[in-house]
Structure formats: structure tokens, C-alpha cells
């Protein structure tokens, strides 16, 4: 099989793709975000899908940063990204850095001990990552269902679904229409003491 590189010499214009599909992965390319998230995958033997990243604009995500077998990039929304070959790549060192420092950040929030921390430590990872400060607290405008939840922190959709009704009646999220969702920091940091 050609590489794509090879099959295609002008990989630097922008792609669309739908929500829920996969960018193509070849182990000699990248896909810089120019809108949209993605989360990066793989799975165990039983299936179980692990989250090992979630990317937005002006991220750079592929195969090559990651040793993982399978490995996917899944759009979590409609996604704009350009397919850059790595040989052109010059800020390689940075983006693996980023790569490694949120797989550190979501190590750490899967490792505490109850799911209600988890999910409250994520929510505020992807508040500050994916938010804007509002009147009431931070907007985390992106659509993600408890399923999405649940396969990033390795637990059932139905934990998450409880949890998130318990932080709701808590008045530490408002989930809105269309699924966005406000975190009241603040509130949350002192639930956690």
C-alpha cells in the first residue's frame, strides 16, 4: 500500500469530518485540529475502550505518539483538521510533550478513589481546557455524553448518570440544553475538602 504522503502530495489542505467518524491514521502523518474535538483510543482484549487523550483546536494528534495497538482518532464533534506530513513537522518535541503531560493529567484523575472525585476532577480539567468563564461558574461548551464519561474514567454509564444527577441536585453543575454543561469551580473545590 502507498503511503498517503505519497498517494496525495498536497495533504496540507483542510479536511472536514462528522461527528462520531475516525481520521485516517498512518504511522507518516499528523492531523493538527483547526476546530473541533477528538479523542484518541484504544481498547483492551474484552473491548473496553480507554481514553488516552481529548483534543481541541490547535492540538496535533496521530499514531506517532502513541505505541498503543489499536489506535484511533475519534471525533467527539464535527472536526476541521489538516493532514501534515511528519517530515515537515518542527515542533515535534512540543506536541509530545502536551501528548505526555495530559496523559499525566488524566492518570491522575482516574486514580482518585471514588467516581464522584473523577468525574468532578474532570469536569474541572475539561472546564479549563474546553471552557469560558461565564456568570455562574465555566461553560464547558462540548457535547459529551455519560458514555463518553464513563469510557474516559473507566467506569459503567450508569455510575456516571447517578453521579451527575447527585452534583446537580448539589447545584455544582447545570446541565443546559444541548448538553452544555456549568461547573461552579469554586463550589466544587470546597466539596472535595
Known amino acids: 500500500m502507498k503511503s498517503l504522503t505519497k498517494q ?45 487523550g481529548i483534543w481541541g483546536k490547535g492540538d496535533t494528534v496521530g499514531h506517532a505518539f502513541s505505541a498503543n495497538e489499536p489506535y484511533q482518532v475519534e471525533c467527539i464533534t464535527k472536526v476541521e483538521a489538516v493532514a501534515i506530513p511528519i517530515e515537515n513537522w518542527q515542533p515535534f518535541t512540543g506536541v509530545l510533550y502536551e501528548n ?4 499525566k493529567e488524566l492518570m491522575i484523575i482516574r486514580s482518585y ?57 448539589q447545584n455544582l453543575i447545570q446541565r443546559l440544553p444541548l448538553h452544555l454543561t456549568i461547573v461552579q469551580v469554586q463550589d466544587m473545590w470546597h466539596y472535595e475538602i
Open 8 to 52: 496525495n502530495p498536497v495533504l496540507l489542505r483542510l479536511r472536514e469530518f462528522e461527528k462520531r467518524t475516525f481520521l485516517p491514521q498512518e504511522a507518516d502523518f499528523l492531523w493538527k485540529l483547526e476546530s473541533g474535538v477528538v479523542r484518541t483510543v484504544t481498547w483492551l482484549e474484552d473491548g473496553t475502550i480507554v481514553t488516552l
Open 100 to 103: 505526555l503531560q495530559q496523559a
Open 113 to 169: 478513589k471514588t467516581v464522584e472525585m473523577m468525574v468532578m476532577k474532570l469536569l474541572i480539567w475539561l472546564s479549563q481546557k474546553f471552557g469560558r468563564e461565564v456568570e455562574t461558574g465555566r461553560l464547558i461548551d462540548l457535547r459529551l455524553t455519560h458514555q463518553d464519561i464513563a469510557e474516559i474514567l473507566g467506569t459503567t454509564r450508569v455510575t456516571v448518570t447517578r453521579v451527575m444527577t447527585q452534583l446537580e441536585e
